[in-house]
């Protein structure tokens, strides 16, 4: 092979390797003011309520489902609420389940759809909005849909548009 051709395959070796370790890094958990009022529904229905006194975590957030259903979905879009997250995910995936844990403690789990891309129907709508990789998010909003993907760009978007509970 000539010195170019070695040079081209080595530089996308890199590329790809500094990508992928970007990718993957962490974002810090605030944990924020536990001093602080809290109450959490999820599609309508009161999941958990933490009073000023009260120095617990977020019990009720535990009690959501890991994933939502295609229902959920369908009632999320069919309803009013904007910005609307829908996170693809998957079981087999550690950065999923890294972004999965940083939604339930930073109480955001009743503000995103996690979807399993395990079940077809969620992995077909992936799919279609051209996803290739997880975790991957879309956000709707002002009638347009905006698409994420990693870790660390997705838990980026989170950060700033949920912020602190």
């Not at 810090?28 to 009161?46: C, I, Q, R, S």
């Not at 972004?99 to 996690?114: D, F, M, Q, T, Y």
């Not at 997880?134 to 347009?144: F, G, L, R, W």
Request: hydrophobic content about 40%; charged content about 20%; glycine content about 8%.
């Amino acid at each position: 092979m000539s010195k170019f051709v070695k040079f081209c395959v080595a530089s996308v070796f890199i590329l790809f390797f500094v990508l992928n370790f970007a990718s993957c890094a962490g974002i810090p958990v605030n944990h924020g003011d536990k001093e602080a009022e809290l109450t959490v529904t999820y599609f309508g229905k009161k999941v958990h309520e933490r009073k000023a006194k009260n120095k617990g975590g977020i019990k009720g957030v535990k009690n959501l489902p890991k994933y939502n259903s295609k229902e959920d979905l369908k009632k999320a879009l069919e309803g009013q609420t904007r910005p609307l997250y829908i996170i693809y995910s998957g079981d087999s995936c550690p950065p999923c389940m890294q972004l999965v844990s940083l939604i339930k403690i930073n109480g955001w789990r009743s503000n995103v759809i996690i979807l399993n891309i395990d079940e077809t129907w969620a992995y077909l709508l992936y799919k279609e909005l051209g996803f290739n990789g997880i975790p991957a998010m879309s956000v709707i909003h002002d009638k347009k849909v905006f698409s994420f993907s990693g870790y660390a760009n997705i838990s980026r978007v989170l950060w700033t548009m949920l912020g602190k509970n």
